[in-house]
Nanobody, 121 residues
């Protein structure tokens, strides 16, 4: 059974930082591209960042580029999202996702349950 378990969400003031983690089990980690998505209230889910090929290939949405960093520890089957200079508009539930390599970022086979990030102004 595949599981993606997120951790690290919480409440932070604008300008602060948080680090999210997502640990995978039940899958061959190196076969998957890992990504973070988020969904704010009354908005559609959107991709934030993605990583594949042992970290050699990454993607960031324009809204987080330069502020967020995605990384992976393949030995621990864990993907991280370091979020700096957080803004109130970053408030959302953040989801970890796994997509078979070669299938892009947008149709994950597996999702985590999400972790809430709240940024106060």
């Amino acid at each position: 059974q595949v599981q993606l378990v997120e951790a690290g969400g919480g409440l932070v003031q604008a300008g602060g930082s948080l680090r999210l983690s997502c640990t995978a089990s039940g899958l061959t980690y190196s076969n998957y591209a890992m990504a973070w998505f988020r969904q704010a209230p009354e908005k559609e889910r959107e991709i934030v960042a993605g990583i594949v090929d042992y970290g050699s290939n990454t993607y960031y949405s324009d809204s987080v580029k330069g502020r967020f960093t995605i990384s992976t520890d393949n030995a621990k089957k864990t993907v991280y999202l370091q979020m700096n200079s957080l803004k109130p508009e970053d408030t959302a539930v953040y989801y970890c996702a796994a997509t078979l390599r070669g299938n892009g970022w947008y149709a994950p086979q597996y999702w985590g349950k999400g972790t809430l990030v709240t940024v106060s102004s």
